[in-house]
């Protein structure tokens, strides 16, 4: 099971990814193996050599406890401190910014892939929908060719 954010390669340019894990609490787990979760508002950040996913959407387990955490707490993310080291660099020095692109599993262990990602601007979204539309139109054209 796959969990994109769909609006991630629509607004931003991404320049580089990292494949990493997530520290989970609680029944967290459960919600997202049952897909209830969502990336859309969610960014990462870098604080004192750690990064932390904030606004990332997890619902509460239904069948979970009194013990539920907090919907959209500060998630920490599990990186190598070279990775971090440059991932810093990145938003610093050429103020760039870390969006998660999906989430999914392996060997039953929640992944997040992160994007280093630098923002569109409105003509380049709109030169993005032209080329997406055009392709599309020859792929079509194409197809009864043969």
């Known amino acids: 099971m796959e969990i994109f954010n769909r609006?991630?390669?629509?607004?931003y340019f991404v320049e580089d990814t990292?494949?990493?894990?997530?520290v989970l609490n609680g029944c967290e787990i459960k919600s997202i193996?049952?897909?209830?979760c969502?990336?859309?508002?969610?960014?990462?950040?870098?604080r004192n050599g750690e990064v932390f996913l904030l606004n990332m959407y997890i619902s509460p387990y239904k069948e979970g406890n009194i013990f539920n955490e907090s919907e959209t707490r500060?998630?920490?993310?599990?990186?190598?401190?070279?990775?971090?080291?440059?991932?810093?660099?990145?938003?610093?020095?050429?103020g760039l910014t870390l969006i998660p692109l999906?989430?999914?599993?392996?060997?039953d262990k929640a992944k997040i892939q992160l994007g280093v990602c630098r923002g569109k601007k409105n003509y380049d979204k709109r030169q993005t929908?032209?080329?997406?539309d055009l392709q599309r139109q020859f792929r079509k054209e194409n197809k009864y060719k043969y």
């Not at 193996?33 to 209830?36: A, T």
């Open 18 to 22: 990292y494949e990493c894990g997530i």
């Open 7 to 11: 609006q991630a390669k629509h607004n």
């Open 74 to 94: 500060n998630r920490k993310l599990l990186l190598h401190k070279s990775e971090i080291r440059k991932i810093d660099n990145d938003i610093n020095l050429k």
């Open 102 to 107: 999906k989430l999914y599993f392996v060997r």
């Open 129 to 132: 929908i032209k080329e997406r």
């Open 38 to 46: 969502n990336l859309k508002d969610s960014y990462g950040l870098v």
């Open 33 to 36: 193996r049952d897909g209830k």
